[in-house]
């Protein structure tokens, strides 16, 4: 699936992710969605290696035992901005597992995997919710949830900058047309993958203050009042603030920019 980036106007974030900060350098109620979020599709490039995968978790009462995909036989680093790193070994099949304390604290990770001598990031941030939520944040596009395909269209993430380009990303019935409407006014629409995941890119800037979103498919609606507001100055690479809706995470991006990425609580689902 094409992904869209935020408007060209947005320059902030136009940056393609790199390791977080330099932490990537490469030396466990249940859920799993089947699905990874998508390399970079170059895999007529010469010398391309497809870049290690989360593809589940499962949720233990003091810890997250992350499922993967990598090389067969690679090292696999998990790294946070400062602290120590976790590796892993992915099998003969390429599988591997990682295993993270629970936090109440929202965290990022950069993931890698060394193969031979070269380091291959995986594309975006991983970003691990306190409830055991992840998503990958990739700079000026939407956040990738693994949460499942779903029979009607759900909003799950808006990622925006400071100056209101925006992207909105969920989930919806695989291969389906969603349109969106912004303050009752038609202004993108997109299709979901295979998987179900969809990123809309909006034509219109976000200005501060409220929208009514509402996401509309053949299957069915959804719509939410989300509020947008610009980040106020970084002094860590990361900020995250439990919400009335989720959570907000506002995280500099290899470029420079702050990039404001919006998850939503929906009914407990992951």
């Known amino acids: 699936m094409t992904r869209p980036t935020l408007p060209p106007v947005r320059y902030a974030l136009l940056a393609v992710l790199v390791p977080l900060l330099a932490a990537c350098n490469p030396d466990t109620s249940a859920w799993t969605s089947g699905k990874a979020a998508p390399a970079t599709p170059s895999s007529g490039e010469a010398g391309y290696i497809a870049p290690p995968r989360i593809t589940g978790v499962f949720v233990g009462s003091d810890r997250l035992t992350l499922t993967g995909s990598a090389r ?17 070994t992915a099998d003969s099949a390429g599988a591997f597992t990682v295993v993270l304390p629970r936090s109440a604290d929202v965290r990022l990770f950069g993931l890698s995997m060394a193969v031979g001598d070269r380091a291959v990031q995986s594309e975006g941030y991983l970003m691990v919710l306190p409830d055991g939520q992840l998503l990958q944040l990739r700079a000026g596009g939407g956040a990738w949830s693994l949460a499942p395909a779903s029979p009607q269209p759900r909003l799950l993430t808006v990622d925006h900058d400071g100056e209101g380009g925006a992207i909105i990303s969920g989930s919806a019935p695989a291969n389906a047309q969603v349109s969106a409407r912004i303050d009752r006014s038609t202004v993108a629409g997109g299709k979901s993958g295979p998987d179900g995941h969809f990123d809309i890119a909006l034509s219109e800037p976000l200005r501060p203050g409220p929208h009514s979103i509402d996401l509309v498919a053949d299957s069915g609606r959804d719509s939410l009042t989300v ?19 989720g959570w907000r995470v506002d995280w500099m991006t290899p470029a420079g920019g702050i990039q404001t990425t919006l998850v939503f609580d929906r009914g407990g689902q992951p």
């Open 72 to 88: 067969a036989s690679s090292r696999v680093r998990l790294g946070p901005p400062a602290g120590e790193a976790t590796f892993a």
């Open 227 to 245: 509020p947008i507001s610009r980040a106020e100055p970084l002094l860590n690479p990361f900020r995250g603030q439990r919400t009335d809706f």
